[in-house]
Every structure is written in structure tokens, then in C-alpha cells.
């Protein structure tokens, strides 16, 4: 039996590998920031954070957005609810992602300080990465689950 592959099942898969390369490694960054600090590593974390959302997360967001924007498009979904609330999803992500790159090259050069605008600006960023998670799983479930 040979399998029968559509242009529209590519895409799918496009925007299923993307949405986990743009987002797998997110929920690891708690632990992993937690980890750095004990080795006070802060710096080294939170520029390397800055590097991987601007040249890894985001790039992987277009592809997700522009995969999915075909893919309600070809399946004529644009009136359904869990594809708004997507599109909207990815939209807030797109802004946590702008914002939070620019706080974690900041966070970076604070890091190396005294300063106390570090614990401001890191619980901000902390927020920032709750925010990015709730969305995440919520978009998920939109997407999996179809409401």
C-alpha cells in the first residue's frame, strides 16, 4: 500500500515541526535559568536567550504563522473560532518575543552588576516567559482540540 501524500499534509507537517521548534525548548527555560543562577551563569543564560529567540524562535513563529495561513485558507477555516484565537495567539507571542529579546540582551549586561534594576527586569521576563507558556498551551489546545 503506498501512502498518499497532499501538498496540504506537507504543510501541516511544516507547521507542526515548527510550532515545536519555536516552542519545545521554552518550557525548559525555568529550569534551566534556575541552574545558571546557582552557577551564576545569569549573563551567558540570558544573552544566550536573547540569540536563541531572535535567530531560532522567531524565525520558526513566521513559519508557523505563514503555514498556518495557508492552511485555513485551503480548508476555508477563517470563520472558525480556534482559528481567530490562534492567529490572535501568535500575534501576542510575536510580541512577548520582540519584547522579551530586547530585556534579555539588557538582563545580560545586568546580570554582571550589582544593579538593582536586574530583579525588576527579571521579573518581568519571568512574567514575560508565564505568558509565553499559558499561550502556547493554550493556542495548542485550540488547534488539537478545535472548539
Known sequence: MIASVS?????????VLAV???FGGVFAYP???SALARAGALPAFHSTQALIWSRVV??????VLLAGIYLATDADAWSEGWVSG??????????????STGWQRK???????????????ARRLNTAAVAAMVL????????VVKP
Open 86 to 99: 490562534g492567529f490572535v495567539g501568535m500575534i501576542l507571542l510575536f510580541g512577548i518575543a520582540g519584547v
Open 7 to 15: 501538498f496540504y499534509d506537507v504543510v501541516v507537517w511544516i507547521h
Open 58 to 63: 522567531t524565525p520558526a513563529m513566521v513559519v
Open 136 to 143: 502556547v498551551v493554550v493556542v495548542l489546545f485550540l488547534m
Open 31 to 33: 529550569v534551566l535559568a
Open 107 to 121: 538582563a545580560a549586561q545586568l546580570a554582571t552588576t550589582s544593579d538593582p534594576a536586574y530583579d525588576d527586569l
Open 20 to 22: 515545536v521548534v519555536a
